[in-house]
C-alpha cells in the first residue's frame, strides 16, 4: 500500500475520535490562529492543509470570507462538514486531495495554516512549496506541528521519538525539528516572521485508543518505555506510573517572498 493509502486508511475510521480528542480540539494556539487570521486574511480566503478534523477550520472561519479544509481522508472531511453545519459555519467548504499536489489556482489564499499535520506528508518540500505557489504575493503560512528535539542529547531523543511515533501510527513520517522546519521553509520561499513553541501534554491510554494502535505495537511502546535510557524519560517528562509524557510543539509563521 501506498503511503498516502496508509493515511487514509489510518485516520477515515478515527474522523469522529479526533473531533471530540482534547488534544486537538484545545489548545492556545488556535487563538493564536484566529487572531492571525482576523489580522492577514479578513475579508479574502483561507486555506487548512490537512485539516483533520477540522479545528483550525473552525477557528478561522468566523475571520475570513471562505476557509477550504482540505484534507486526504473523505472521512475525515464528512466529519468535518457535519461539524461546520452544526457550528453554523456557512463560509467553511471541504475539498479531498494530497498536500503535495494542490487544486487551487496560483495567489488563491491570503492564508495557508496547517495544524498537526506535517508530519503525515511524504514529501514536505513539495507541500511548502505548494503552499506558497496558492498564497497571494506577500500572504502568510501558518505551520503548527509536534517538533524534534535539539541539543546535545537530540539524536537520542529523536531516535525514542520517532520510533514511538511510528509504532503508535504506521502513517508517521517525521517531526522535523525546528532548524529544519526554518531551512525548509526558506527553501520553499517563504520568510519566517515568528515562532512560538510550548509542550503538549499527551495522555497516554487516549493517544493510543484514538489511533486504535495494535496490542503488539502497544505492547513495543511499552518496552521502549521501559528500556528507555532516563535522558528520554526526563525530556518527554514520562509519568511512570501512567506513561503519560509531554511532546515539543511549534507554531512557525512565515511570509511568501514575491
Known sequence: MEHQGAVVRQFGSQAQAYLSSSVHAQ??????????????????SALDLGCGAGHASFALAPHVAEVVAYDLSH???????????????????????????????????????????????????????EAARVLAPGGTLCLIDVV???GPHAPLLDSHLQALEL?????????????????????????????????????FSSWLARMRTPPALEAAIRQLLAHAPDEVLAHYQVDPATLDFRLESAMFVAQRIG
Open 27 to 44: 489548545g492556545r494556539d488556535l487563538g493564536q490562529l484566529a487572531e492571525l487570521a482576523a489580522r492577514v486574511a479578513a475579508g479574502a
Open 75 to 129: 472521512d475525515m472531511l464528512a466529519v468535518v462538514a457535519q461539524a461546520a453545519a452544526t457550528r453554523g459555519l456557512a463560509s467553511l467548504r471541504v475539498q479531498q486531495g494530497p498536500a503535495e499536489r494542490l487544486p487551487f489556482a496560483d495567489g488563491s489564499f491570503a492564508l495557508v495554516a496547517s495544524r498537526y499535520s506535517a508530519h503525515h506528508w511524504s514529501d514536505v518540500g513539495a507541500a511548502l512549496r
Open 148 to 150: 524534534g528535539p535539539q
Open 167 to 203: 509504532l503508535r501510527d504506521t502513517s508517521h513520517v517525521r517531526d522535523y525539528s525546528r532548524l529544519e522546519w526554518r531551512a525548509m521553509l526558506a527553501g520553499a520561499g517563504l520568510a519566517l516572521q515568528d515562532e512560538h513553541d510550548w509542550r503538549l501534554d499527551i495522555g
